[in-house]
């Protein structure tokens, strides 16, 4: 579902059917976070969805309020790979298991 701030993102979910106005995330909700519209300008997540459709790909997010924001609040992810049962440092690119890089980018 597309989210207030105009990505697709699979853990939006928003319910304007006759007058109804109920807009939710999934994700920052199974964390027990509060969430708001405003962060999903700046979340991560539907660039990573964009980037990388592997279905062993789970995330976790939480709500952090980082110094480099200027301490506005920010959704901060952490992704795990159930396929491998590794976490995945750079969720865009995966963890490697299921789609290794060819040989051309290794460096020697
Ligand atoms: S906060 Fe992030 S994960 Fe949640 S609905 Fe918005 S874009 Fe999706």
């Not at 789609?99 to 460096?107: A, D, M, Q, R």
Request: hydrophobic share 35%.
């Amino acid at each position: 579902m597309r989210t207030p701030a105009g990505f697709e993102c699979k853990y939006f979910y928003g319910d304007y059917f006759r007058g109804r106005s109920v807009e939710e995330c999934r994700l920052i909700q199974a964390s027990g976070e509060k969430w708001s519209a405003d962060l999903c300008k700046t979340c991560p997540v539907p660039a990573i969805g964009r980037a990388n459709a592997c279905e062993f790909l789970q995330m976790r997010a939480k709500v952090t309020r980082p110094f480099t924001a200027g301490f506005m609040r920010r959704v901060e992810v952490a992704a795990f790979c159930e396929k491998s049962n590794k976490s995945v440092k750079e969720p865009q690119v995966g963890c490697g298991e299921c789609h290794p890089l060819p040989n051309i980018f290794e460096v020697k």
